[in-house]
């Protein structure tokens, strides 16, 4: 049964990788550009906007002669409206405010990961294992002045599953978090954002591991208010810290509400391949208060290649982790990995 989801959820990754990489890219014209969106004009071009890491947010303008004919077909995705004192709100805008940590094993993403483990505390776990995310950041809405599109506000949506199947144990999920969230970004000026928010984790164990090895869920669950911010202090560098509280805990008896993380990442996406290419190289480390504040230690190392015309970005990589389990219901875990994998954002 592990087997069939693991298949499953990798041809779901494929699928959307060969999608996201094959999507017709948009080309200027005179007129406009005509397609499933409607007409866009050229100002759909100079608003390309590239924040402090390279990542570009795309801000479309419609024209608005064809808005009566075409409404009716066309799809809100990344529409912007003028609002009065000199104030736009973008519809499910490309792109975020706040961007996700790169090295955080709880980040919503896609991803799959080949691990290996040079040390596990889960019993009866296996020492080579498939990791799979996946998960994303969704947009709602974005209010920003004019000309400045990189800095106001932005109202987010996110969800994400995180899962292990174990190689030497005939393919079994290990376990599983299922994570979703709502936050609010603010990015006033420079390279300065903020994110609050509320984010809720579900762990589960594994039905074939917990058939193998009798082990009952703890229910590990909680709802956390959350409280983050970054700093991009150069184009390429940049800090975060963020704290957790959680509101609500499924199980107090083993259970603590406060937890930490921060960061730095170093981002350079256009070294290589006339701008196409870069490199990266990210740190996360994060803590809980029932572990002791023990430390969660997460480096991630590769290459970065950002679509800019379709606010994604991709990369490949090498991942060394030390810590404690990614899933609560093994939390009391400690595991040590490394790791190969592919990641992207949507």
Same mark, same amino acid.
């Given at each position: ?261 921060? &960061? %730095?990442?170093?981002?350079?996406? $256009?070294?290589?391949?006339?701008? *196409? =290419? +870069? ?6 480390? @994060? ?14 190392? &590769? %290459?970065?290649?950002?679509?800019? $015309?379709?606010?994604?970005?991709? *990369? =490949? +990589? ?6 404690? @389990? ?14 190969? &994998? ?5």
């Amino acid at each position: 049964m592990a087997r069939f989801i693991f298949d499953v959820a990798f041809c779901i990754l494929l699928l959307t990788c060969v999608f996201c990489l094959t999507e017709p890219v948009l080309k200027e014209s005179q007129a406009g550009i005509k397609g499933e969106l409607g007409i866009v004009t050229k100002e759909f071009l100079t608003n390309f906007a590239t924040n402090e890491a390279g990542a570009a947010v795309r801000n479309v303008s419609y024209d608005e002669s064809n808005t009566k004919k075409e409404t009716s077909r066309r799809l809100v995705w990344n529409r912007k409206i003028a609002l009065k004192s000199g104030w736009n709100m973008v519809l499910s805008p490309a792109g975020d405010l706040y961007h996700r940590y790169i090295a955080d094993p709880h980040s919503p993403s896609f991803s799959i990961m080949r691990m290996s483990f040079s040390k596990t505390e889960i019993n009866e776990a296996g020492k080579s294992r498939w990791g799979l995310h996946l998960g994303t950041r969704f947009g709602l809405l974005r209010f920003h002045k004019d000309g400045d599109p990189n800095h106001g506000f932005q109202l987010d949506i996110e969800a994400g599953f995180i899962g292990q199947f174990d190689i030497d144990n005939s393919w079994d999920n290990i376990g599983w978090d299922g994570i979703y969230g709502i936050q609010l970004a603010w990015a006033p000026f420079g390279g300065f954002a903020f994110r609050f928010g509320t984010l809720h984790d579900s762990s589960h164990v594994g039905d074939e591991y917990a058939e193998r090895t009798g082990r009952e869920r703890i229910n590990y669950t909680r709802e956390d208010w959350i409280l983050g911010g970054s700093w991009y202090f150069t184009k390429k560098w940049r800090i975060y810290a963020e704290v957790g509280y959680a509101r609500e805990l499924r199980n107090e008896d083993l259970m603590d509400p406060l937890r930490v993380l921060y &960061g %730095l990442e170093y981002v350079s996406s $256009d070294s290589f391949w006339k701008g *196409r =290419l +870069g490199w990266y190289a990210a740190v996360n480390v @994060s803590s809980y208060e029932e572990n002791d504040w023990n430390l969660n230690n997460t480096i991630q190392v &590769g %290459l970065i290649f950002s679509a800019k $015309d379709l606010s994604r970005n991709y *990369r =490949l +990589g090498i991942e060394y982790y030390n810590g404690r @389990s990614h899933f609560g219901e093994f939390f009391q875990d400690y595991e040590k990995y490394l790791a190969v &994998g592919f990641w992207f954002n949507l």
